[in-house]
């Protein structure tokens, strides 16, 4: 064999289907790609024993005429999700040896179906973050290099780990999480697909918590119709989530290739954001001009309150993670620091357990949630978001989506923003609109930038309307016809 990893997960399901090789033989190859890549430090744990017993059991069950859906597929698995037995850190020192007695819905999903687990994947610490660089566990390297260059890039984040892991073949796609851009920005840094699919779509049960009502779990993976596959997977209502949606699960990938003919596609105009590098610009022309092609109708929109977007996320999802990181407090969960009493002990645990942007975003939320300043910040964040969420139900009375760019820029040297937390926020200046209105949203890869980097193109949907996107993302992917995968230096 020798090259299984390059495989997408639709030719691997067929190969699997076929007998063209066994589960047992593709997972070992991911496994030695998996430890060969250990440069990159995109899993935080490897878990090849139970990803061979999960492969062999999957090849069982295909010879009793028994596959699921993703039967004997090897994935990645971000950290953020529960698995029972298995550690589950969050990318947190303060979770560091937790080992949940419970499996996230969306893995079950996914093993129900049929699919493997090759480990654990790297994340920014509880999600906060868009470089990876603020991980317990030391920053994800991101496969792709700048021309002539051999600097570190940032994979985005908070889901690098995944990132990084579809963009260097570790395995066929990984799951991933969506709080303010998660999985598309990341997505547009290693010219992988993502999508963060509508706000109840997945099940956030056995998803460790940083802001209740923005975070969505979603997949990544190399092509549109790969993260369809997975997507259908995960999905599904879930009552153990309040917020779960009791929805059908389309067959998305059935709209992978449909015609695209007729939509109508917004180009919001408060997106052209003061210097933005000409390359995204010009690469969100071309994008317009490639549905232009398809047959969609290009219609100028405006979103007004976008520029309030930035400073209502980052006291949203602060006030949310404040309340939902309380219950580290070293009795229940990972580590403890004792200390002469109780009071000391809660201290000391979650002074060392916490990272400094995770303090940061507790403080920021106990602030904007305090007695004293609630009304200014908190509930005016609540009424803005509101607005924004209004501002897009109005562009969707007149186009079927958005498209916009993913990120303002593409990967940016390790290092290079870690010491301004502004400059970082900034990189979700796309998405996170996506997540305060609870919308769809995907990135495809597009293009190359002139340092040989890949870009990021996002398409917005109606709520409940992936379907769309599919279709869309799919023709940009078939116009764009990008093929560069990072050059192996690991
Ligand atoms: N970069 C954003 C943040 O730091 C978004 C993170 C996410 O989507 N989990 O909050």
Known sequence: MGDLTGLT????????????????????????????????NAFVLETPDKALEMARAADARRAKGEAGPLEGAPLGIKDLFCTEGVESTAGSK????????????????????GAVMLGKLNMDEFAMGSSNETSAWGP???????????????????????????????????????????????????GTVGIKPTYGRCSRWGVVAFASSLDQAGPMARTVEDTAILLRSMSGHDPKDSTSLPVEVPDFASFCGKSVKGLRIGVPREYRVDGMPAEIDALWEQGIAWLKDAGCEIVDVSLPHTKYALPTYYIIAPAEASSNLARYDGMRYGLRVEGANLTETYEKSRAEGFGSEVKRRILIGAYVL???????????ALKVRRRITD???????????????????????????SDDPVAMYLNDIFTVTVNLAGLPGMSVPAGLDAQG??????????????????????????????????AKWW
């Open 391 to 417: 501002d897009f139900d109005r562009a969707f009375e007149r186009v079927d989506a958005l498209l916009t760019p993913t990120a303002p820029s593409a990967a940016f040297a390790l290092g290079e923003r």
């Open 94 to 113: 303060i979770l560091q040896g937790f080992k949940p007695g419970y499996e996230s819905t969306v893995t079950a999903n996914l093993w129900r179906d």
């Open 140 to 190: 994800v390297v991101n496969p792709w290099r700048s021309k002539g260059g051999n600097a570190d890039l940032t994979p985005g984040g908070s889901s690098g780990g995944s990132a990084a892991a579809v963009a260097a073949q570790l395995c066929l796609g990984a799951t991933a999480t969506d709080t303010g851009g998660s999985i598309r920005q990341p997505a547009a840094f290693t």
């Open 453 to 486: 980097l890949p870009l990021g193109l996002q398409l917005i949907g109606r709520s409940l309307d992936e379907g769309t996107l599919f279709s869309l993302g799919a023709a940009i992917e078939r116009a764009a016809d990008f093929r560069a995968r990072p």
């Open 370 to 380: 305090s007695a004293g300043y609630y009304d200014a910040y908190y509930l005016k």
């Open 9 to 40: 997960l639709k030719g691997a399901l067929e190969g699997l289907a076929t007998g063209a090789f066994s589960s047992e033989e593709i997972t070992r190859e991911h496994i030695a790609a998996v430890e060969a890549a250990r440069p990159l």
